[in-house]
């Protein structure tokens, strides 16, 4: 399994991204799949969950009403949809897989990730 993330940017307070994540390889649809991101000189951290089917999701306390994740298992992508970005946004974002049917938030228990992809959030 592979995965490949993108739209990240640089983008003003206040404004919007949409994170998309590819992944390549066979079952996607039997893979819980999640967001985290990685702010300079901080330990990675959970961003938003989707179970197998995108029946369940979560997100971290701070971001539910701001962040929206989705996923599209005709295309094997998930996305990540930012709106009233902050400055404490600022992070390299990471999409990972794990073979798990229900949605996953602890960091180590995900097998496979992404590069990352660097959203910047100017004052």
């Known amino acids: 399994v592979q995965l490949q993330a993108c739209g990240g940017g640089l983008v003003q307070a206040g404004g919007s991204l949409r994170l998309s994540c590819a992944v390549s390889?066979?079952?996607?649809?039997?893979?819980?799949m999640g967001w985290f991101r990685q702010a300079p000189g901080k330990e990675r951290q959970f961003v938003a969950a989707v179970d197998e089917i995108g029946n369940t999701i979560t997100y971290a306390d701070s971001l539910w009403g701001r962040f929206t994740i989705s996923r599209d298992n005709g295309n094997n992508a998930i996305y990540l949809q930012m709106n009233s970005l902050k400055p404490e946004d600022t992070a390299v974002y990471y999409c990972?897989?794990?073979?798990?049917?229900?949605?996953?938030?602890?960091?180590?228990?995900?097998?496979?990730w992404g590069q990352g992809t660097l959203v910047t959030v100017s004052s």
């Open positions: 390889g066979r079952a996607f649809s039997r893979y819980s």
């Open positions: 990972g897989a794990v073979p798990e049917w229900r949605l996953v938030k602890v960091l180590s228990k995900y097998f496979y």
